[in-house]
C-alpha cells in the first residue's frame, strides 16, 4: 500500500467529515461536491434585511459603493459564504484554494463574499502578520510552509482586528530578511522572487492606507489578481465577520422576538444553553479553562480575553491582571461591542448569522465538526419551553453540513518531482492560472484534490504519533509521481 493510501485510510478514521466525502465522491469530479453547496431553502426566523445592510456598509468601507452595490444583489440571490477563513492577509495554500472553488461551483455570482475572523491573532495558523512560503528549507520537505513576518514580532499576539498598519520599514526589513534566507539557502531563488514581488507589489500598494484591515483588503486582491494569466473568475470580496455581527446584535439584543435575546435573557434558556454546550468545541467551558461565553473580551494591547458570567457580569482578566467587566445588559453591551472593547465569539457570530438570519455559512474540517452541535445545544436550551418552539424549529433546519475542507486542485512541482501546496505567493510566482487550468480547476477527483492539500494538513486530522517518519515528503513525492493530467501542476522555472 502506498502512502497516499494510508493516509486517505488514515483520515478517514479520524474524520467522520473526509469519511462521508471519500464514501459519496472519491472519485468524482470536486465539480460534484461544489454542486452540493447551495443555500438553504427554509425560512429564516428573522429577515436577512438588516443582514444586507451590515454587509453592504462593510463593503463600501472597504471596496466602495460600487462594489457593494454589486455584493448585495449577489447576497440577496444567493445567501451563501465562505466561514472558516481568517480575515487577514491570506497566503494560507488551503484557504485560497478553497475560496477559488467556492468562486467556481455551478451558478456561483460575480463576486465571492468571504466572512472570515478577525478575533485570531495575528500568529495564527493563516499566518496574517506575514507570508506563508511553500517552499522547502534546505530541501526539506517536513516543515512546509515557511514564514515571513512583516508586522512586528511584538504584535504577534494583537488579533488581527487590532493590529497597526504596517509601514514602509516593515515591508523593507521582510525584503531584507527574505534575502538572507536565499543567501543561507533557506528559500529557493524561485521563492525568494515570487515574495519579493509580492511585498514589493501588493504591500507597497497598501502603504498609504489608514487601517490594517484597508491593507489587508488590499493586499489580498492584488494577491488574488495575480493567481490569474486573464480576469479572475470572481472578484474577491474579503470581510471581517465580527462588525458584522456587532452592528446585528445592536438590534438583537434590543429585540425581544430576536434568537440572540432568547438565548442571552431568557434565564431559564440561557441556563439551558450554557450547561448544553459546557467543554463543547468552539464554545465555552464554565469553569473559564477553555473558549469564551459569548463575547471575547479585548485588551488594551489589542489581545483577545476570555469572558465568562458571573451571575450578571461579563468579566474576565487580562494578560497583565487588569479586570474587564460589563454589566449582562443590553445596555452595556451594546456600546462595547460597537466600540470594539467586546467581540462576538463563534457560537455568538454562528448564532447571529446562521441560525436567526439562515445565511448558509460554508466551513472546513473543523465547523462541519462544531456547527451541528452549536444548533442542537440552542435547539435543547429553546426546548425548555413550548413558547420557544416556533424558533426552535426554524433553528433546527438551518444546514450546518456546508462544506470545502482541505481541497485543492493545484500543487507546485519541485526540481527532484515532488508535488507540493501551492499558496497565492507560488501561483502568481510561476505565471498565474491560464484560462484552460481555471477550466479544469473543478474535474480535479475530490480524493487526488484531498491527496495534493495532505503534505501541509494531514497532521491536523490524524495524531502525529500514527504518521511514519518523514511523511510529509512521502506523499509529496508519491503525489508527484502521479501524472493523470487533472491536477493542476505548477512547474516553475
Not at 454589566?327 to 462576538?344: G, I, M, T
Not at 479544469?440 to 495534493?452: F, I
Not at 502525529?464 to 508527484?480: K, M, R, Y
Request: proline share 8%.
Amino acid at each position: 500500500m502506498t502512502l497516499r493510501a494510508h493516509a486517505l485510510d488514515l483520515a478517514a478514521r479520524h474524520s467522520p467529515l473526509v469519511r462521508d466525502t471519500l464514501r459519496r465522491l472519491a472519485d468524482a469530479p470536486l465539480a460534484d461536491l461544489l454542486a452540493e453547496l447551495r443555500p438553504g431553502r427554509s425560512e429564516p426566523w428573522q429577515s436577512r434585511d438588516d443582514l444586507y445592510a451590515a454587509v453592504a456598509d462593510q463593503t463600501t468601507a472597504l471596496y466602495g459603493p460600487a462594489v457593494a452595490a454589486d455584493v448585495l444583489a449577489d447576497l440577496r440571490e444567493q445567501p451563501i459564504v465562505p466561514t472558516s477563513n481568517h480575515f487577514g492577509v491570506d497566503t494560507f495554500a488551503d484557504s485560497v484554494q478553497g475560496t477559488l472553488l467556492f468562486a467556481l461551483r455551478p451558478g456561483a455570482p460575480r463576486n465571492v463574499v468571504v466572512l472570515g475572523f478577525g478575533s485570531v491573532s495575528l500568529n495564527n495558523l493563516t499566518y496574517p502578520m506575514g507570508l506563508r512560503l511553500y517552499d522547502p528549507r534546505h530541501g526539506e520537505l517536513g516543515g512546509l510552509p515557511q514564514r515571513l513576518p512583516v508586522q512586528p514580532n511584538r504584535d504577534k499576539h494583537r488579533t488581527v482586528l487590532a493590529a497597526r498598519p504596517y509601514d514602509a520599514g516593515m515591508v523593507e526589513r521582510a525584503r531584507g530578511r527574505l534575502v538572507r534566507m536565499r543567501q543561507e539557502g533557506e528559500v529557493s531563488e524561485f521563492c525568494a522572487r515570487s515574495a519579493d514581488d509580492v511585498l514589493h507589489r501588493a504591500y507597497g500598494s497598501a502603504l498609504a492606507l489608514p487601517s490594517h484591515a484597508l491593507q489587508a483588503t488590499r493586499v489580498n486582491t492584488a494577491l488574488w489578481e495575480g493567481m490569474f494569466q486573464a480576469e479572475p473568475p470572481a472578484r474577491l470580496v474579503q470581510l471581517a465577520i465580527e462588525p458584522i455581527c456587532a452592528a446585528l446584535l445592536s438590534k438583537d439584543l434590543c429585540d425581544p422576538g430576536s434568537l440572540i435575546h432568547q438565548l442571552f435573557f431568557v434565564p431559564q434558556v440561557r441556563d439551558a444553553l450554557l450547561e448544553a454546550l459546557d467543554g463543547a468545541r468552539a464554545c465555552w467551558r464554565r469553569d473559564g479553562s477553555r473558549g469564551t461565553v459569548f463575547c471575547w473580551g479585548l485588551s488594551a494591547a489589542g489581545r483577545r480575553v476570555p469572558l465568562v458570567l458571573d451571575g450578571e457580569l461579563l468579566t474576565g482578566v487580562d494578560e497583565r491582571g487588569h479586570r474587564l467587566e460589563w454589566k449582562f445588559s443590553q445596555h452595556e453591551l451594546v456600546p462595547a461591542l460597537l466600540d470594539q472593547r467586546l467581540v462576538p465569539s463563534l457560537f455568538t457570530c454562528f448564532a447571529t448569522l446562521a441560525f436567526a438570519r439562515g445565511l448558509s455559512c460554508v466551513g472546513g474540517y473543523y465547523q462541519a465538526m462544531y456547527l451541528p452541535v452549536i444548533r442542537q445545544g440552542i435547539v435543547d436550551a429553546l426546548g425548555v419551553g413550548a413558547e420557544f418552539s416556533p424558533m426552535a424549529e426554524r433553528v433546527a433546519q438551518v444546514p450546518t453540513g456546508l462544506h470545502l475542507a482541505g481541497l485543492q486542485s493545484v500543487g507546485r512541482v519541485l526540481p527532484g518531482g515532488a508535488l507540493i501546496p501551492a499558496g497565492p505567493v507560488e501561483i502568481a510566482g510561476a505565471g498565474g492560472l491560464s484560462p484552460a487550468d481555471v477550466d479544469a480547476l473543478t474535474r480535479v477527483p475530490v480524493r487526488e484534490a484531498h491527496l495534493v492539500a495532505f503534505p501541509e494538513l494531514l497532521d491536523h486530522l490524524v495524531p502525529p504519533g500514527e504518521l511514519p517518519p518523514g511523511w510529509a515528503a512521502t506523499i509529496a513525492a508519491e503525489n508527484g509521481g502521479r501524472h493523470d493530467g487533472r491536477v493542476i501542476r505548477l512547474e516553475p522555472r
